[in-house]
């Protein structure tokens, strides 16, 4: 363990990717994650490092395009209408299977919408990201401490997998400020880039760096290989949280911020007596499938919560393949759901399920 450092999330993220080798910084500013651009502009110079800003996201999704070309750990980071401006560039990185890291720290929409947290972006990370058969590895840090050792994690994942790699935040999360240890995860061991197009220097093969297949035999052959390798990332790299499931007749499924807040829902309603536990997914793609199931021999229900109008509810109740009823809870526009908002849903459902 390092010692650890107060700092605001965006902050914390920015240094811990630049302590992750990550030398290219390409984005462009946008409420609330602009303090993360800030930091890369301030500190990438001193260390041997590029922060650019483009004249726009699309502008900075096709840099990183071509600095994962090069092998090189690159970041971009935006707010939700960021997002979708890069879409068509990050279909193309996918389609090139080049690893790079991708952060949203989101905000109310649709639309401009507004500058507040949310997490209304779930459907688009976990499902639209880009067009064509595709998937990114998502992640949702739920603390200023993941927002750090999270990167680092993202980092290897998307050069061991050769896919991007999503921090899927919020602008509660990016704006808080907590202690953060550096030093807390240990760096995976992670094979050569010798697909990289960063000049052969007569010592190994020429490499090509294309996401266009003309001959349909030849994508559909890409994309089933690439779908055996997103079933390895399904198998092996599934992360999630429990906390005070193993006899619980409710349980609260939520991620990143709005978990911490459940998670304290979750303590008030035993301390009524109520059973009740909390099943985050810091994977949200690959989402925790099969624990989820187990956990549906024993819970009764299941409540989602999430800062949406129920973008992971029909997730949760496909883990469950409908095994149990299934009810969400969501704040939208910006708003943050309370601890006595998710209590009174816990209460409800506790009284349906006794027949009150």
Not at 58 to 72: D, E, P, T
Not at 213 to 241: G, H, M, S
Not at 312 to 334: E, Q, W
């Amino acid at each position: 363990m390092g010692e650890k450092l107060l700092m605001k999330g965006n902050e914390a993220l920015a240094e811990a990717a630049i302590r992750a080798g990550c030398k290219l910084f390409f984005g462009y500013p946008i409420t609330p994650q602009t303090e993360l651009a800030e930091y890369m502009a301030k500190q990438l110079p001193k260390r041997d490092g590029l922060c650019l800003q483009a004249e726009s996201e699309v502008s900075a999704i096709n840099m990183i395009y071509g600095a994962a070309a090069s092998g090189a750990r690159c970041i971009t980071s935006t707010s939700s209408p960021g997002v979708s401006l890069m879409s068509e560039g990050i279909s193309y990185i996918i389609g090139s299977d080049l690893p790079c890291v991708l952060v949203n720290v989101q905000r109310g929409g649709p639309g401009l919408g507004g500058i507040q947290p949310a997490q209304s972006d779930y459907n688009q990370a976990v499902r639209g990201l880009g067009h064509g058969d595709q998937h990114v590895i998502v992640l949702a840090p739920a603390s200023v401490q993941e927002m750090a050792s999270l990167t680092g994690e993202a980092f290897d994942l998307a050069d061991l997998y050769r896919m991007p790699c999503m921090i899927l935040a919020d602008g509660a999360l990016g704006q808080m400020m907590e202690p953060v240890d550096f030093e807390a995860r240990t760096p995976r061991q992670l094979p050569p880039k010798d697909w990289a197009t960063n000049g052969h220097r007569g010592a190994r093969r020429h490499t090509v760096v294309n996401s266009l297949y003309i001959e349909p035999e030849v994508l559909e052959r890409t994309v089933v290989d690439r779908f055996a390798r997103y079933a390895q990332i399904e198998e092996n790299e599934v992360q999630y949280e429990q906390f005070l499931t193993e006899d619980a007749d409710v349980v609260v499924v939520s991620y990143g911020i709005t978990a911490r807040i459940a998670k304290t829902a979750v303590r008030m309603a035993r301390e009524k007596g109520m059973k009740v536990g909390l099943f985050r997914p810091i994977t949200l793609w690959p989402f925790p499938n099969k624990e989820l199931k187990e956990l549906a021999r024993t819970a009764k229900a299941f409540l989602s919560v999430e800062m949406n109008m129920g973008q992971m509810l029909g997730d949760v109740k496909l883990a469950i393949d409908c095994a149990r009823p299934v009810t969400h809870y969501g704040r939208t526009g910006g708003m943050i759901p309370t601890p006595e908002e998710i209590l009174a849903q816990i209460e409800h459902i506790s009284m349906e399920g006794k027949g009150e």
